[in-house]
């Protein structure tokens, strides 16, 4: 068996250095999100803190999209407002739970974790953002919030 691995790997170069580089992105990101202050939560455990826990719901889509449906009270803040920390109205909500939420749940993290970075102490990103909670038939208010 490690005789035909020996063989692949002499046969076919790029690709197996391009499946090396992917295991090794898959682990770095496995790691990085399990020690992360940041977690991923579901539709239900977001609902719970809005409800339970006066959570504050930040949308970083467009304003476009943040007004055809968002979550109810959210804050449309873009990555690059918060990267660049202009926080706005975001800045007195330091001491609540904050869920962090893009379209798919794809690009919240890093603006999680500059969030965290910034002292806000329990940052979360909602699992598949806006499709998915909308796939539930959650509520979404329209226009500007």
């Known amino acids: 068996m490690l005789q035909e691995i020996i063989q692949f790997v002499g046969r ?8 090396v580089a992917l ?12 020690f992360s202050k940041v977690k991923e939560i579901t539709r239900a455990e977001a609902t719970r803190l809005i ?21 109810i009270g959210a804050i449309n803040l873009t990555a690059s407002e918060i990267k660049a920390g202009s926080l706005g109205e975001l800045e007195k909500h330091k001491a609540q739970p904050v869920i962090v939420v893009c379209a798919h749940g794809t690009t919240s993290r890093p603006p999680a ?20 909670w909308s796939g539930e038939n959650l509520p979404l208010a329209r226009g500007k919030s």
């Not at 076919?12 to 391009?18: K, V």
């Not at 295991?23 to 399990?34: E, N, P």
């Not at 500059?114 to 998915?132: A, P």
């Open 12 to 19: 076919h170069p790029i690709l197996s250095l391009s499946w």
């Open 23 to 34: 295991l090794l992105a898959v682990i770095v990101m496995t790691f990085k999100s399990r």
């Open 51 to 71: 409800n339970k826990e006066d959570a504050v719901v930040v949308d970083l889509r467009s304003r476009d999209d943040f007004r055809k449906g968002h979550i």
């Open 113 to 132: 974790e500059s969030l965290s970075q910034n002292g806000f102490g329990q940052v979360y990103i909602l699992k598949e953002g806006i499709s998915g």
